[in-house]
């Protein structure tokens, strides 16, 4: 039998239980999902990946991950069975994560154990150059997966079809949920965004033409490992003197930062972008055990963006994520001229002169 999902402002784990579902014998299923950039970040977590303040971000366009998902009806539903490739070749290392990601999502899609599942992924960004998969891979993995469970009941409505991909792509990987649909994209309970969720993220697309299309350019300072993962950096907000003043400070930003973004200004945009990033990196300079994943090279390029922005008076900021390199924001009318600067000093400071250059794009799109 198959069914209508029906949809209430509340909405709780249990909706997105899936138990009325046809059977095929095989498929596949193929999607693109995007990287994002937090603008008000998320750092600090509770039990099943849920966050301890609401984040907001601009959905990338050409960082992004590729993944096919091969599904072939199998007798035994006991276990989960499935190959793991990158770019076509068996790829072991994956397997526990993804391993681990299918058991926390069991009871959601309990269709998978149906299936011998073959999951092809490639990245369009360099593999290790410090940006991470996780977000797009997560993402395009939890795609393919709706995709599956709408062959399987074909009356799931759209909003059904986003929303539980975005709250399977948060098991995966808690900010993954904001590289589903949308420019800009809340995830997390804040008051005063009407039907916002800790369970999945939704898209804001009050935005002014100001932040179409805006830039990002992504500088690679530092391709290596992390020396400390995002997983124990969120572990370590419990029990952080400052943790809850920075939860505070995060809802009153995000309030401040969709104001902003819907009047378009961007003097009071590049104050909260900037401030945030700093205050992620604070956070981690003063959990216990404390740890630095800013290098020189950052700190240079961010004093060369204040010094290139107080001279020429165009309006580029920066943003960091869980590590060294840099993005940097810009409205596109500043194109041409941030992308000299760019070349011309900031270059130097990365790793073998790398960067990526990308832009604010709308999402996963099915291939
Ligand atoms: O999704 P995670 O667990 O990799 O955490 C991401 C945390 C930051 O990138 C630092 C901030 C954010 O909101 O994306």
Redesign the pocket.
Known sequence: MVFLQKFSIMISEKDFITSNYSRIETATFQWSAPS?I?LV???GKKAKQIPANP?I?FTLNNCKTITKLLVSKKENNKHFSFDLLFKGKPKEDFKPKIQKFLERIEIYCPFLKEYHLTIDTENTFPHSSGI?S??SGMAALAMTIMSLEKELNPFISDDFFYQKASFLARLG????CRSIKGEVVIWGNHLETKNSSDLFGMEFSDIHPNFKNYQDTILLVDKGEKQVS??VG?ELMHNHPYAEKRFNQAHENLSKIKTILSNGNITEFIKIVESEALT?HAMMMTSMPYFILMKPNTLEIINKIWKFRSETEIPVCFTL??GANVHVLYPENGKEKVLEFIKNELVGNCQNGQYICDQIGTGAKSI
């Open positions: 994002n937090a970040k998320y750092w984040s971000s991470a996780s977000a990987s808690g900010s993954a995002s997983t969120h992620l994520d869980a």
